[in-house]
């Protein structure tokens, strides 16, 4: 019996890890008959997949669901049935809770049960509510099927780390993916490669803590981060890599150097420091000081000067005094970071910074957050206009915002606009960036730049 193709709608929050794992999720399904769709009042499964790193995060899952349970009286009355999935890491943290608070909720899977989701579907079928929050002994990345690449991708991300052993007093994520793990380097060869030949021309290797990645080698050694990007910087058609998100712990000398040395590797490090006081950083369980992470920076320039650095920072931990907070701004003034991401604390059930005392009130919060936001800000322009006048390799990876236009990204990770045409999504050229704008840049194309690719070579 052939059945009939049944829609499958993902919204996803969080991480970009949680953007992988809807890819994932959704290849999971094709064999079971789903197709993605962006309509969610087409779709047959809506699939959450949701975020618990702050109390906002979280919160929305629940608003979000109050949508989608509208979206199933409305497809009801047309005598149309839409299954409801919670996923990601409010479903690990909340498993049961869900499904108690929200009866619109059929099935709830944690990030490491991904690969029972089609098996889950069927016992919601039959009319069973599935909560499946284990951390399964059998490999969720052994189980899934081989990557299809549903959309075209000229950039992709892979998980080759899993979990966090860190347990920084602020952070869920400890307990929502579990221990870390990394994947065996022959299966994220297999995987890029795979994605290599369907178009992929970038890879973002992904991690909580990535730069620990220490998985079994080719050869049976453990291999290092920097090992496994030199590895898979031998794949011919895939002419980019990075990763995220590093600890600066982890940060090890082969890994600094490769910077330098590895040219498919781009210079762009996003490496969160999240205080820039020794007290707080000690109370947050970061295990450096403010000193060793400037110095570490200083390292990684040493190596690649033009590096582009980009931070997470959190503002208001329990204690933080305004001098503490003035020395977070002094660490960023003196880096100079050319992306960062700032943040409120917010108390997470279950960890140890929410049972601290000296719970900063929430206007000195928004306060501290608005300062700060504002330097960070002046930062990241003055890095995007020191691009201006220079002539940078740009991967085209899909159209521009206006017609004739094609939109890319630099080595440094900047959004960058020209006028081009679409044969060049999937390649690199150069382009002479004219001018910076508020979120992206724009350029003209390099008249006298010859491709040196061959069209999609590899599809
Ligand atoms: N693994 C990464 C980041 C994980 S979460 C790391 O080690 O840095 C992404 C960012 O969210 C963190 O870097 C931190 O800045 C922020 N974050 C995590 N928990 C938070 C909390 N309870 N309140 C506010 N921000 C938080
Ligand atoms: Fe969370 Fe810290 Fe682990 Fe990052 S290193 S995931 S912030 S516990
Ligand atoms: Fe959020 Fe889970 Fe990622 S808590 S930030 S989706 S690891």
Known sequence: MTQSPKKLHIKTFGCQMNAYDSERMAEALQPAGFELTEAMDDADLVILNTCHIREKAAEKVYSELGRVRLNKEARKARGRDTMVAVAGCVAQAEGEEIIARAPVVDIVVGPQSLHRLAGLVADAAKGKRPVETEFPADGKFTALPKRTGGKRQVSAFVTVQEGCDKFCTFCVVPYTRGAEYSRPASEIVAEVEQLASLGVREVTLLGQNVNAYHGDGEDGAAWSLARLLARLAKIPSIARLR??????????????????????????????????????????????????????????????????????????????????????????KRV????????????????????????????????????????????????????????????????????????????????????????????????????????????????????REPIRAAV
């Open 243 to 332: 990763f995220t998100t590093s600890h600066p712990r982890d940060m090890d000398d082969d890994l600094i150097a490769l910077f330098g040395d590895e040219e498919k590797l781009m210079p762009y490090l996003h490496l969160p420091y999240q205080a820039g006081s020794d007290r707080i950083l000690a109370a947050m369980n970061r295990k450096h000081t403010a000193e060793e992470y400037e110095r570490l920076i200083e390292r990684i320039r040493a190596g690649r000067p033009d590096i582009a650095l980009s931070t997470d920072i959190i503002v208001g931990f329990p204690g933080e005094t305004d001098e503490d907070f003035q020395a977070t701004l002094d660490v960023a």
């Open 336 to 451: 100079g970071f050319a992306q960062a991401f700032s943040f409120k604390y917010s108390a997470r059930p279950g960890t140890p910074g929410a049972e601290l005392d000296g719970q900063v009130p929430e206007p000195v919060k928004k306060e501290r957050l608005a300062v700060l936001q504002a330097q960070l800000e002046d930062s990241r322009r003055a890095f995007d206009h020191a691009t201006v006048g220079r002539r940078l390799p740009v991967l085209f990876e899909g159209k521009g915002r206006k017609p004739g236009q094609v939109a890319g990204r630099s080595p440094y990770l900047q959004a960058v606009y020209v006028d081009g045409p679409e044969t060049l999504i999937g390649h690199i050229a150069e382009v002479d960036i004219s001018a910076a704008g508020p979120n992206s840049l724009t350029g003209v194309m390099n008249a006298g730049f010859e491709w």
